[in-house]
């Protein structure tokens, strides 16, 4: 049974190696870019977990708006190892994610979508997820962004 546990340091390299078999380079994070985003004070990761063997990760995290009393969560990433996708892990991922973020005072989930991940967006909008706006030129200065968002 896929199970989910906290982001821990030794998974480093792992999330890198899944990261980069996902996404095509100048999309795919950089060490220095994962290393980033899995450090800021603020983010929550979680792995997901086959009989010892990370199948997928989500890295999110909360900022409060401006005169808000409660924060808005974003979803930085989500991948789930090539051969395991379409099993339900990311699913579980993004349960999970969002279920922590509410517990973190979050009323509501934004994340961004490149327009060609068929995929992914199919997923977001089964999850709930609506396209909020179109960001023009988003990836690699020529493909367009979705800003998708959810009400928790
Ligand atoms: C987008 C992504 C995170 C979705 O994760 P996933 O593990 O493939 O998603 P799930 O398995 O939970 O759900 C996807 C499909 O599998 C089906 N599914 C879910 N559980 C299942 C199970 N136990 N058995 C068989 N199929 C299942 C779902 O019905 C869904 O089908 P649909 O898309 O045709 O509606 C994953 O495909 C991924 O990592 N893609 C590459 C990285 C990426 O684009 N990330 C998003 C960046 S914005």
């Not at 929550?44 to 086959?50: G, K, Q, R, Y």
Request: glycine share 6%; charged share 25%; net charge negative.
């Amino acid at each position: 049974m896929v199970t989910l546990r906290p982001y821990q340091p030794a998974d480093f390299l792992r999330l890198v190696e899944i990261d980069q078999a996902c996404f095509i380079e100048g999309i795919a994070y950089s060490e220095e870019e994962m290393r980033y985003f899995l450090d800021m004070p603020s983010a929550t990761t979680l792995v997901a977990e086959l009989e010892g063997a990370i199948q997928g990760f989500i890295i999110a995290d909360r900022f409060r708006p401006r005169r808000a009393s409660r924060y808005m969560g974003r979803i930085i990433t989500i991948d789930v190892a090539t051969d395991v996708q379409s099993t339900g892990v990311g699913t579980l991922l993004l349960n999970g994610a969002e279920s922590e973020l509410k517990d973190r005072l979050c009323d509501y989930i934004c994340l961004e979508v490149a327009v060609n991940n068929e995929r992914a967006l199919r997923f977001y909008k089964k999850h709930g997820y609506s396209v909020l706006k179109t960001l023009p030129n988003y990836y690699l200065d020529s493909i367009d962004g979705l800003l998708m968002g959810k009400k928790l």
